[in-house]
């Protein structure tokens, strides 16, 4: 998302640099990601110079660059804020201040950005796991996020300092029944880590498998379960549940 969007904000500077080069690609580049600023630059044309940007100029426009980011994968919600973001910064300028405004736009972006991808809070897993086992709870942590960006090999990481450093008794549960080699993967890290992996191979379903782990854990003493998933988009419903 963060690669994506600053790729947009990259082409709000271009555009604010080189207005005239912008204006001749808004042709032909319309219905890409920087068709924004692109339709941007081409509505500055049509409103006569120094007229105030209304709800209605932007409404298309902010229509478009929301179906853009959807179409690249981006939650509508998130589209939604991004836009609103953008409204809110714009209506009322005047057209003629074009360069202020673009700048304006990208900096906007940025913080909505900032904002959406900062934790609304922090959780310290090492004590909040040791307050579980106090209380005599298993602690279960779910890794999930698309394919390669590293749940694997963080939940290898995870399951070293919750065993190191909190002297927990920790269990793998291999959740990835999809990917080949998924599993084998974390019977490496378990090998390396000395810590028991709980894995029913390929095709089951993983939430059934991750049920049972937990069980398992509760009946040898185990505090904690780290849970691997296969890749999946936070937005896609039915797979998440
Ligand atoms: N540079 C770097 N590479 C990483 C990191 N975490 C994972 N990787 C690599 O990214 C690739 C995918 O990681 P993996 O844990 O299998 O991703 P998963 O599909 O989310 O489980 C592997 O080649 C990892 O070695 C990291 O923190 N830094
Ligand atoms: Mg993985």
Redesign the pocket.
Known sequence: LMAQLSTQAADAGDAAEAPQEAEAEAEDKTGRVGGLFKSLTRSFKNVTGGAVLTEQDLEPILASFKTNLMAKNVAADVATKLADSVRTSVVGKTTDRFTTMTSTVKKVLQESMETILTPKKSIDVLRAALAAKNAGRVYSICFL?V????????LAKVAYYLKNKGGLNVLICACDTFRAGAVE?LKTHSRCLDIPLFERGYGKDPADIAKNACQFARQNGHDVVLIDTA?RMQDNEPLMR
């Not at 394919?147 to 963080?154: A, D, F, L, P, R």
């Open positions: 996020g394919n390669g960006v590293g749940k694997s090999t963080n993967q890749g």
